[in-house]
T-cell receptor
């Protein structure tokens, strides 16, 4: 049973535009969320996190929004760059020990 | 090294063979995690260590899977009598402290069972 879902397997965006990646979760006990970026043949790389006491966290071009009532989070990348092309995973945790990952969204930024 | 390293990067095993996958976490990192990532899926939690103590092994799919971290640093994931469904990328991650925190992932070991 998938507790974290990324319903869009792929997304294409023009360079300079906004990329919005979405993630939904089912477990209301999740209180810490992370986004990871993964290039082929490499392990995931941490991007940005948010705890449930916040609804927004920003780091440079990356902003994560959390809507607890909707059990939804999103990652905004503005402006998108070709180097952002990768697979993006969201992950959630209720204990800090066990993280549940989504299936990933493959982002392609078109120059 | 500066990051998490894993060896071997690729492993082909015949069904029924035993395999051992190694993870070298970032020096000084307390927590170590193992994940299994099947093709087209996200990483799935297998087990978690805090120093040498295995605090959670609820994600290990069967008793053929065994993990250890005897000195609180290097960890080994062992799979006995491999089956075709064990084919996946096995990812190791470490974090500085226990509990909530950023996890640093290694490049993974791609296991193919033929």
């Amino acid at each position: 049973d998938q507790q974290v879902k990324q319903n869009s397997p792929s997304l294409s965006v023009q360079e300079g535009r906004i990329s919005i990646l979405n993630c939904d979760y089912t477990n209301s006990m999740f209180d810490y969320f992370l986004w990871y970026k993964k290039y082929p043949a490499e392990g995931p790389t941490f991007l940005i996190s948010i705890s449930s006491i916040k609804d927004k966290n920003e780091d440079g071009r990356f902003t994560v929004f959390l809507n607890k009532s909707a059990k939804h989070l999103s990652l905004h990348i503005v402006p998108s760059q070709p180097g952002d092309s990768a697979v993006y995973f969201c992950a959630a945790s209720d204990t800090g020990n066990q993280f549940y990952f989504g299936t990933g969204t493959s982002l392609t930024v078109i120059p | 090294g500066a990051g998490v390293s894993q060896s071997p990067r690729y492993k082909v095993a015949k069904r029924g063979q035993d395999v051992a996958l190694r993870c070298d976490p970032i020096s000084g990192h307390v927590s170590l995690f193992w994940y299994q990532q099947a093709l087209g899926q996200g990483p799935e939690f297998l087990t978690y260590f805090q120093n040498e103590a295995q605090l959670d092994k609820s994600g290990l799919p069967s008793d053929r899977f065994f993990a250890e971290r005897p000195e609180g640093s290097v960890s080994t994931l062992k799979i006995q009598r491999t089956q075709q469904e064990d084919s996946a990328v096995y990812l190791c991650a470490s974090s500085l402290l226990g509990g909530i925190g950023e996890q640093y992932f290694g490049p993974g070991t791609r296991l193919t069972v033929t």
